[in-house]
């Protein structure tokens, strides 16, 4: 027991700190209502915030006092989406409540394109799609793709969706543009063609946020039910596969890189999740059981902002999770990995673990307060909040 001792008290002594903070910046507290949130694509630390008021504040995060940068009335009712132009990061999209689609000069602080009664139902989704074209979607299914230097949609659709369209999503090549209905379809619509491509079946279960992952070859979505559904690109009438788990709904997700997407649940954690093999690697932050409204990675995606409901806005730093590649023939450890937390550097916060591998034979006792983890599923850690 001695010798034990003294391997881990040595361990103590040569580990990092696996209580360090993962949040990386201040959180953001705001006494009016958060609809939206994004980076900006090119400074790693302005953050562009929606509000419920139909104002636009961005914010130097990285500063600990007076991090407001500038404050715009765009709309007359709440800003509920906002995305930038592939090819202008000083003008901003938003698309608003009132129905409306405006393009604002964010420097200038000046309006350079409107276009009022865009949908016939209020907006809540828009998004990017190269230099010149924009899609949205409302609450009533309605889908329309913009080219924005004209004032009329060059796609619409009406009536191949029942309910609200949940989220969108843009191949990388630009050919297809991805929609999740609350009735529990994947829509896929081609750009080039204006039409709709295919509607899966209905599944069982609302589809609330959409994920191009594996070099455009996997589809990921979030449902009601806590679980990923899995598409293969291209074959959009059912699912290939299914990833169970999530105690409650899948509100939100960021795809971080081909193998981890990062899941927003309505039990207040952020996971992160390698995809085939399905595995948990772990909890990124919390917001302490308040629901997980939207996550937005900065544009070198090591840090993940997320917002919940109690109108807060948490920094986490996920920079070592992009290199994260699981072996399938390792052995899953998604009971234990679910819920453990991850530290800034991806280490595990039980010293024990390293231990256990070294003394595989002899250190049963060891293992049984360590979970016995290996290389691939070690990833646990404090998320304490600053």
């Known amino acids: 027991m001695n010798s034990k001792s003294e391997k881990i008290s040595t361990e103590e002594d040569n580990s990092e700190n696996l209580e360090e903070k993962v949040q990386v910046y201040n959180e953001l507290k705001s006494k009016i209502e958060i609809l939206d949130i994004l980076f900006h694509p090119s400074e790693n630390n302005v953050l562009n915030v929606a509000l419920i008021n139909g104002k636009l504040k961005i914010y130097d995060v990285s500063k600990a006092k007076k991090r407001l940068v500038s404050a715009q009335k765009i709309h007359k009712k709440s800003i509920r989406k906002i995305s930038f132009p592939a090819n202008n990061s000083n003008i901003v999209f938003t698309a608003s409540k009132d129905k409306s689609i405006k393009l604002t000069d964010i420097k200038q602080e000046s309006n350079i394109l409107t276009l009022e009664d865009a949908h016939e139902s209020p907006i809540n989704c828009l998004v990017t799609i ?151 690697v772990g909890v990124v932050g919390n917001h302490d059981g308040f629901p997980i409204h939207k996550l937005n990675l ?72 360590s979970d016995d983890e290996s290389d691939d599923s070690e990833y646990s850690s404090s998320d304490e909040s600053d």
């Open 298 to 369: 900065s544009s070198d995606k090591n840090v993940c902002a997320s917002l919940c409901h109690d109108h807060k806005i948490k920094f986490w730093n996920v920079e070592s999770l992009k290199q994260k590649n699981i072996d399938a023939q390792s052995k899953s450890k998604n009971k234990s990995l679910k819920n453990k937390k991850l530290t800034a550097k991806g280490k595990s916060e039980n010293f024990f673990s390293d231990l256990v591998e070294d003394n595989e034979e002899d250190e049963d006792e060891i293992n049984n307060s």
């Open 130 to 280: 190269d230099n010149w074209l924009i899609a949205s979607a409302d609450d009533d299914g309605g889908v329309k793709i913009w080219d924005y230097r004209k004032k009329n949609a060059c796609m619409e659709s009406k009536s191949d969706c029942s309910d609200y369209i949940s989220d969108l999503a843009v191949s990388n090549d630009k050919k297809i543009l991805l929609a999740t209905c609350g009735e529990g379809t994947l829509n896929a619509f081609h750009i080039r063609k204006k039409k709709l491509e295919l509607q899966s079946e209905l599944m069982d279960s609302e589809l609330l946020c959409v994920g191009i992952m594996k070099g455009d070859r996997k589809v990921v979505c979030g449902t009601g039910e806590g679980v990923i559904d899995i598409f293969n690109y291209g074959e959009w009438g059912n699912i290939s596969d299914r990833f169970p788990g999530h105690p409650s709904s899948i509100d939100c997700m960021a795809t971080l890189s081909d193998n981890i997407v990062l899941t927003g649940c309505f039990d207040g954690n952020i996971r992160a999740c390698h995809i085939l093999p399905n595995r948990f």
